[in-house]
């Protein structure tokens, strides 16, 4: 199960940390990632860190503003998010995923948390 967390309202230029929990006793070797939905639009990729922290992806329009992190020990996984635009309001889920590849998990991911909503406001 993942519980995601931390969402909120915003302005513009601020700063929100969402977090994930993960259960199970595996949870810690899967890869994390974070996508999210804005009204009216397609599910999209936002990051994705590897179970071992080693590895790191992130959608173009939020590098330098984001940053995925994780604590295995706590099986959970934080979404850094800084200098937030209006653009990036939406619903923000986690997800989970130990099959897919590196490159296909950006396409989604095989467990999905229930959202966590992100307004953010000009």
């Known amino acids: 199960q993942l519980q995601a967390s931390g969402g909120g309202l915003v302005q513009a230029g601020s700063s929100l940390r969402l977090s994930c929990a993960a259960s199970g006793r595996t949870a810690n070797r899967y890869n994390m990632g974070w996508f999210r939905q804005a009204p009216g639009k397609e599910r999209e990729f936002v990051a994705v860190i590897s179970w071992s922290g080693g590895r790191i992806d992130y959608q173009d329009s939020v590098k330098g503003r984001f940053t995925i992190s994780r604590d295995n020990a706590q099986n959970s996984v934080y979404l850094q998010m800084n200098n937030l635009k209006p653009e990036d309001a939406a619903v923000y889920y986690c997800?989970?995923?130990?099959?897919?590849?590196?490159?296909?998990?950006?396409?989604?991911?095989?467990?999905w948390g229930k959202g966590t909503l992100v307004t953010v406001s000009s």
């Open positions: 997800a989970a995923d130990a099959r897919r590849s590196w490159a296909q998990q950006r396409y989604g991911m095989e467990y």
